[in-house]
Nanobody, 123 residues
Framework: QVQLVESGGGLVPAGGSLRLSCVASGGTFSNYAVGWFRQAPGKERELVALIIYSSGGTYYADSMEGRFTISRDNAPNTVYLQMNSLKPEDTAIYHC????????????????WGQGTQVAVSS
């Protein structure tokens, strides 16, 4: 049973940067799409970005591209989310997820989810 483990969250001032990591423990990202989602208090979960692990192809939600960059590292099975120019409205719990279908992942459907890592941006 694969476990997705996120790390890298924390408290940063507005304008700061963070890099989140998602590791597949007991499994692999090969043949999967991997996405980063976030959920702020009182709001619905939203897709930030996803990556097709085998090809490196990426997709970003409309408001995310430019400040956020998703990437992968084949060894170990790790997907990153580089977040720059952070704003207070980026405060949320960030989860990674994987699914064999990028289409399903774009809709928020995934076969595996991580527990999440908290990102807090102070004004």
């Amino acid at each position: 049973q694969v476990q997705l483990v996120e790390s890298g969250g924390g408290l940063v001032p507005a304008g700061g940067s963070l890099r989140l990591s998602c590791v597949a423990s007991g499994g692999t990202f090969s043949n999967y799409a991997v996405g980063w989602f976030r959920q702020a208090p009182g709001k619905e979960r939203e897709l930030v970005a996803l990556i097709i692990y085998s090809s490196g192809g990426t997709y970003y939600a409309d408001s995310m591209e430019g400040r956020f960059t998703i990437s992968r590292d084949n060894a170990p099975n790790t997907v990153y989310l580089q977040m720059n120019s952070l704003k207070p409205e980026d405060t949320a719990i960030y989860h990674c997820a994987r699914d064999q279908s990028a289409g399903r992942l774009r809709l928020g459907v995934a076969s595996s989810w991580g527990q999440g890592t908290q990102v807090a941006v102070s004004s």
